[in-house]
């Protein structure tokens, strides 16, 4: 019998079939252990050799078994490694590409634009003083449009610049007429939810001229061409507004590029999405910098707004968060 199991423990051939084996030797319902079961109808004379001779086979079998399955399981490893073999000269080190931010992505597509129509890239500083962020934009001390720009104000009086307006002031304060200009940068308020940061980036320009050769249809025409170069097909509109250093002003509205003008959330179901402020520049501004018998359009906007509608990017404040999830998806 001992020499027939050994015989089909020597030929199981996987781990599973050793184990199939090894429970019709030794398992409960096994035939050795089926052998046991006999010792109560052995003579006692005879029960000392009889269990001694269970015991020898029953390692025997044992001994088998286990170093069978070594044997199977060094077999088996090496058949798993050999699956698994990576050939190092084969490995490919594609270098990843690295991707603008969407933020700095928007404002190169937006300069190259007014660039190209022969405007000039201005800057200006981030810490600006009363005057060039406020009063020379014809909102002096206690003007109630103070309000509409939540200042950071800092010592002496100086604050982080709200708009990047103050650059209009400081080219023409350093320039001759005429003038062709954007502004861009950062600038700072304080407000914090899901459409505003604290800081963030605006455009700003301004294009002046001789008395009367500056008009709104120029505004205008020029705004349409821009915004149709930024975001397609999109119907414009303008909307009288109100700014201190634009008369008249108005807000610039294209249709809605989520749901053509249907109406939905990201619109307010309106079908527009409001997207920059414009107007034929104040005589209080050229006062300011004196400026005589000239004429001049100013535009601003939000960079990270234009990133948004472009990458379709549901909140401002993950532009700021440096999440690697999300700006590579703009490779
Ligand atoms: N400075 C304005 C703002 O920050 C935008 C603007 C600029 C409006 C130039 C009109 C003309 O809201």
Redesign the pocket.
């Given at each position: 019998m001992i020499q027939e199991w050994l015989k089909k423990i020597e030929l199981a051939n996987s781990l599973g079939s050793l184990e199939d084996v090894r429970v019709e030797i030794l398992g409960k319902k096994g035939v050795l252990t089926a052998q046991f079961t006999k010792m109560k109808d052995i003579p006692n004379t005879q029960k000392k050799a009889f269990a001694q001779n269970f015991n020898e086979q029953k390692a025997k079998v044992s001994e088998a078994i286990e170093n069978k399955k070594t044997v199977l399981m060094a077999l088996a490893l090496e058949e798993h490694l050999k699956l698994e073999k990576i050939d190092v000269t084969k490995f490919n080190m594609q270098p990843q590409n690295g991707a603008f931010h969407p933020v700095i992505d928007t404002l190169d597509k937006i300069t190259t634009y007014f660039q190209n129509l022969n405007f000039s890239v201005e800057e200006g500083p981030l810490v600006e003083d009363d005057f060039h962020n406020f009063e020379a934009l014809n909102l002096p001390k206690y003007h109630p449009a103070r309000d509409m720009q939540d200042t950071f104000y800092c010592k002496d009086g100086a604050v982080l610049r709200t708009?990047t307006?103050p650059v209009q002031i400081r080219t023409m304060m350093k320039t001759k007429p005429p003038i062709r200009m954007i502004a861009p940068g950062n600038v700072f308020r304080k407000d914090f939810d899901i459409t505003h940061t604290p800081m963030f980036n605006?455009i700003?320009g301004l294009v002046v001229d001789k008395h009367n050769k500056i008009s709104f249809a120029n505004l205008k025409h020029v705004m349409v061409e821009f915004l149709h170069h930024m975001f397609g097909d999109v119907e414009v509109r303008f909307r009288p507004s109100f700014?201190p250093?634009?008369e008249p002003?108005a807000e610039v509205d294209i249709s809605c590029i989520f749901c053509n003008g249907k109406g939905c959330r990201v619109c307010s179901h309106t079908g527009w999405l409001e997207v920059l402020?414009?107007?034929i520049v104040d005589e209080n501004v050229f006062k300011a910098v004196n400026y005589e018998n000239v004429s001049g359009y100013?535009?601003?906007l939000g960079i990270e707004r234009f990133a948004m509608l472009i990458h379709k990017i549901g909140d401002l404040r993950s532009l700021f968060e440096s999440d690697i999830r999300l700006l590579g998806q703009f490779r």
């Amino acid at each position: 019998m001992i020499q027939e199991w050994l015989k089909k423990i020597e030929l199981a051939n996987s781990l599973g079939s050793l184990e199939d084996v090894r429970v019709e030797i030794l398992g409960k319902k096994g035939v050795l252990t089926a052998q046991f079961t006999k010792m109560k109808d052995i003579p006692n004379t005879q029960k000392k050799a009889f269990a001694q001779n269970f015991n020898e086979q029953k390692a025997k079998v044992s001994e088998a078994i286990e170093n069978k399955k070594t044997v199977l399981m060094a077999l088996a490893l090496e058949e798993h490694l050999k699956l698994e073999k990576i050939d190092v000269t084969k490995f490919n080190m594609q270098p990843q590409n690295g991707a603008f931010h969407p933020v700095i992505d928007t404002l190169d597509k937006i300069t190259t634009y007014f660039q190209n129509l022969n405007f000039s890239v201005e800057e200006g500083p981030l810490v600006e003083d009363d005057f060039h962020n406020f009063e020379a934009l014809n909102l002096p001390k206690y003007h109630p449009a103070r309000d509409m720009q939540d200042t950071f104000y800092c010592k002496d009086g100086a604050v982080l610049r709200t708009h990047t307006s103050p650059v209009q002031i400081r080219t023409m304060m350093k320039t001759k007429p005429p003038i062709r200009m954007i502004a861009p940068g950062n600038v700072f308020r304080k407000d914090f939810d899901i459409t505003h940061t604290p800081m963030f980036n605006q455009i700003e320009g301004l294009v002046v001229d001789k008395h009367n050769k500056i008009s709104f249809a120029n505004l205008k025409h020029v705004m349409v061409e821009f915004l149709h170069h930024m975001f397609g097909d999109v119907e414009v509109r303008f909307r009288p507004s109100f700014f201190p250093f634009t008369e008249p002003s108005a807000e610039v509205d294209i249709s809605c590029i989520f749901c053509n003008g249907k109406g939905c959330r990201v619109c307010s179901h309106t079908g527009w999405l409001e997207v920059l402020g414009c107007g034929i520049v104040d005589e209080n501004v050229f006062k300011a910098v004196n400026y005589e018998n000239v004429s001049g359009y100013a535009f601003g906007l939000g960079i990270e707004r234009f990133a948004m509608l472009i990458h379709k990017i549901g909140d401002l404040r993950s532009l700021f968060e440096s999440d690697i999830r999300l700006l590579g998806q703009f490779r």
